[in-house]
């Protein structure tokens, strides 16, 4: 049975894709186009009653929230393509506590960045200076615990690639690149070197084949 994945031109559901790409899992995508509002009509909300991407099917399984989703899939799969869960339970843990801190501190001020200096005009509302400066201060403390933690381990819960690293990918892709914030990484050595290396990936390097809005 194929997975299907809607999205995927957005963020959120390159989240699913990049880890379908790593367990070897075959998908399929269906367009959902947020700018259109699609994501909000009564089908999708059948399957997303909250109107966001992504959402999966597998068979008759449907499941969303993407850090749900790549849980499910790194468990269902461990034995197949990369392990992204860590050989112990102690490494589970560190796995899980860097998927939370991504979830909780870094994600927050780096979405409010993403939406206030990329989405913001075509989503039809005023970008705000204040919240870019609050975030990209709030963000960078969090990337100074991240340099501290990236100078003794390669990866974040070790030194292995796993859930933790890879639920970075998409949203750090736009600080690295559109958003015209690439110093926050460059100027931390192993925050730079850390990205390089995830987002070489040859994973990640295929999920930007989908394509973006920006
Ligand atoms: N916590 C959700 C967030 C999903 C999310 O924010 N998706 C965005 C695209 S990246 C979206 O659907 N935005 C439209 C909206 O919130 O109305 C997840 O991780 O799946």
């Given at each position: 049975m194929v997975v299907k994945v809607y999205g995927p031109f957005y963020a959120s559901p390159k989240r699913v894709l990049v880890c379908l790409v790593e367990k070897e899992i075959e998908f399929e995508t269906s367009p959902i186009d947020l700018f259109k509002g699609e994501h909000k009509s009564p089908e999708f909300l059948k399957l997303q009653p909250f109107g966001q991407v992504p959402v999966i099917q597998d068979g008759d399984y449907t499941l969303y929230e993407s850090r749900a989703i790549i849980r499910y899939y790194a468990e269902k799969y461990?034995?197949?393509?990369?392990?992204?869960?860590?050989?112990?339970i102690e490494e589970r843990g560190l796995v899980e506590q860097w998927l939370e801190v991504e979830a909780s501190n870094y994600h927050p001020p780096l979405d409010n960045l993403v939406m206030h200096i990329l989405f913001a005009s075509a989503l039809g509302f005023p970008s705000d200076p204040k919240i870019i400066q609050e975030s990209e201060e709030k963000l960078g403390k969090v990337l100074d615990i991240y340099e501290e933690r990236l100078s003794k381990s390669k990866y974040l819960a070790g030194d292995f690639f796993s859930l933790a690293d890879l639920s970075h990918l998409p949203f750090t892709h736009y600080l690295a690149n559109s958003?015209?914030?690439e110093y926050m990484i460059r100027d931390r050595k192993h925050v730079s070197a850390w990205w390089d290396d995830i987002s070489s990936r040859p994973s990640w390097k295929k999920v930007l084949q989908f394509g973006a809005p920006f």
């Open positions: 461990k034995s197949q393509g990369t392990d992204l869960l860590g050989k112990t958003m015209g914030k």
